[in-house]
């Protein structure tokens, strides 16, 4: 139907120009003199150029678009290029060039706009470039360049949409962390998760400097005596528990910080060498099983680049469900931006059970728990659960704090 409606405007915006072109004609006949033909003459031009644009095949146009890589992190820059070349060398007053941008991408920042009006004239070819200051994280599809010419009169206009594929995917930013579990929290005066950590340390295979962290058992009394430092022992193998990250995928405003967050202390898990599993929970649940490694890292960032908000999501009812397919050996982290008095009993009864949990409550940059979120967080801190409140992005040293943070 609009393809029809197109067809019928066009042909009734010829029939205009030609009907002009007929008055004006008519118009010199029969006044006759300097001033009628004048205007007559003066006007062909202009209404030829309409009729020649008209028959103008603009669909013989190559439209092409590059973009710098198939692969970002949040916060990088997107520069993309579009170059149309045309056969026919007819000169064309403009041409307007336009990105169709997807919906989540029209509020980026652009320091160089990805629609553009360019008088080319005789130029058989035309390159411009656009540039996305700080991509969002997510999957991206650019589809179509939108092209379009007129003439002097505003009454021919020729528009195509050219198809031209790409696919982006803008990994979440991972912030680089430390990640230390709560063995001898304790000590420091924590409040304690019961994170199972085992650790072989029957061979020393060097000192290092003490690291917030370290156990007193740990430390070189010979070698903090020589350096004046506290030196600690390295120890052949350091092998830590398996854990289970579970994420909410609940809308929030503060949806992509837990984004930020979940990609950053999996990542940080990793790199100590820990097994990890993630378990996405939505309307569909995405789970990938305990691994470790780069393949493993790339999955889950894999899934954090495409995950979406959503608006209803049963996240403590099918915690038990998914909980239960895992050995109690395992630590349990849980990533959200809710808290409950359902998801507060559900911690309390997996506690009672000896299970290991730390939860993280993710709130945007600005936001402060509510006080029916600090009694809950209080009532679970009793029944040996750590509970972390990250902050927007600040969370570095979440894991070394000491105290509620």
Request: with cysteine.
């Amino acid at each position: 139907m609009k393809k029809v409606n197109n067809f019928v405007l066009f042909f009734g915006k010829f029939f205009l120009v030609l009907l002009l072109l007929a008055g004006i004609f008519v118009y010199a006949m029969f006044q006759g003199g300097f001033v009628s033909w004048f205007l007559f003459f003066s006007f062909l031009p202009f209404v030829c150029y309409s009729l020649i644009l008209a028959i103008y095949p603009i669909r013989f146009f190559e439209v092409e678009r590059t973009i710098n890589q198939s692969q970002f992190i949040a916060g990088e820059k997107l520069t993309g290029t579009i170059t149309i070349r045309r056969k026919y060398p007819l000169p064309l007053l403009y041409i307007l060039i336009e990105e169709t941008l997807p919906a989540s991408l029209l509020n980026a920042i652009q320091s160089k706009r990805s629609k553009i009006i360019v008088f080319s004239w005789f130029k058989r070819s035309y390159s411009y470039e656009y540039i996305i200051e700080s991509i969002p994280r997510g999957e991206f599809k650019l589809s179509n360049i939108r092209v379009k010419t007129g003439d002097f009169l505003g009454l021919i206009e020729k528009e195509r949409n050219y198809t031209a594929e790409h696919s982006i995917l803008v990994y979440p930013k991972c912030i680089d962390m430390i990640y230390s579990q709560g063995e001898n929290q304790f000590e420091q005066g924590m409040t304690s998760s019961r994170l199972k950590v085992h650790r072989e340390t029957a061979v020393t295979t060097g000192v290092r400097e003490y690291r917030n962290g370290d156990r007193f058992s740990w430390i070189d009394w010979k070698s903090t005596a020589r350096k004046n430092t506290i030196m600690t022992k390295e120890f052949e193998q350091q092998q830590s528990n398996d854990i289970v990250v579970f994420f909410d995928q609940s809308r929030s405003v503060a949806f992509e910080h837990s984004v930020t967050f979940a990609a950053s202390v999996t990542n940080a898990i990793l790199q100590r060498g820990s097994q990890i599993g993630f378990i996405s929970i939505g309307k569909e649940n995405v789970e990938i099983p305990l691994g470790s490694g780069g393949i493993q890292k790339q999955q889950i960032q894999h899934h954090l680049a495409r995950v979406k908000a959503e608006e209803e999501v049963a996240f403590t009812a099918q915690l038990e469900s998914e909980i239960a397919k895992y050995h109690r050996s395992v630590s349990i982290m849980l990533i959200s931006t809710h808290l409950n008095e359902e998801m507060m009993q559900f911690m309390k009864r997996m506690a009672l059970s000896n299970a290991s949990i730390i939860f993280n409550l993710v709130k945007d940059n600005d936001a402060k728990p509510s006080t029916e979120e600090l009694q809950l967080i209080e009532s679970i801190e009793k029944n040996r659960i750590l509970p972390k409140i990250i902050y927007g992005e600040r969370f570095t040293d979440v894991f070394n704090e000491v105290g509620r943070p």
